[in-house]
Structures are given as C-alpha cells and as structure tokens.
C-alpha cells in the first residue's frame, strides 16, 4: 500500500484491540489487491442505547487504481467484530469484483487493437 493505513475513532478513545484487528484485516486487503494504494477505517460511536449498550459504525474509503473504494457500515450494531467482518469482507469482494472487470476490459481491449492475422495475401 503506498499511503498508509489510516484509524480514525470518532466519539470514543482508540482501543489497540480494534486498531489491531483493523491492520490485520487491512494486511489480508492488500494481499487481494496489489493496486489498493491507501485505506482509511473511521469507527463511530453512535452513542449508548439503553437496552443495547455501547453503538458502532464502520466506514472504510479505500483508494485504488481509477477511483475510490467506500464501503459503509452506517447500520449501528453492538458487535464491532461483526461490524468490521462485515465490512471488510464487502470490500474484499468489491475489490475481486473490480480487478475481474479491469482484467475483462484489458482483454477486449487487447483483441481489438491486435487481432491477429486474419487473412494471408499472395
């Protein structure tokens, strides 16, 4: 990755449990995708719920070849290893998604611009 990982906490104090888990599903990110160039996680307290205690949110803004990446979590949940599964798991499949079209698009563009012989003349 050529910019390097960003955590944002909003609302609450950084918890080096979280930030970990954050580096390690970034590290399995950047192992999908040689073109992610940057990543910035932003964790939101969305405030205590009185049966259901503490929110979250996860919002994750991925920056790779041709565009950004923003995968968003808005839903609050109590659970955030659930919430950044979730997360990071979309967007490992929006990445598998680009690199797929990217690689379909190379490939037409390469039979057009070189179709190869398609009649000898004598």
């Not at 918890?15 to 073109?35: G, K, M, N, Q, S």
């Not at 719920?49 to 996860?58: C, F, I, K, M, P």
């Not at 979309?90 to 611009?113: C, P, S």
Request: with cysteine; aromatic share 4%; hydrophobic share 40%.
């Amino acid at each position: 990755m050529l910019i390097p990982l960003k955590i944002i906490f909003r609302g609450i104090p950084a918890f080096d449990t979280v930030a970990e888990e954050i580096r390690r599903l970034v590290a399995d990110l950047d192992r999908y995708a040689d073109y992610l160039h940057g990543c910035r996680v932003t964790i939101d307290s969305a405030g205590n719920h009185r049966q259901r205690g503490l929110l979250w949110a996860v919002r994750l803004d991925l920056t790779i070849d041709g565009g950004d990446i923003v995968i968003d979590r808005g839903h609050h949940h109590e659970d955030i290893d659930l919430l950044l599964g979730d997360a990071f798991e979309t967007a490992a499949k929006t990445l598998q998604t680009h690199h797929l079209r990217a690689r379909t698009k190379d490939k037409i563009l390469r039979q057009v611009t070189h179709p190869g012989v398609t009649k000898l003349l004598q």
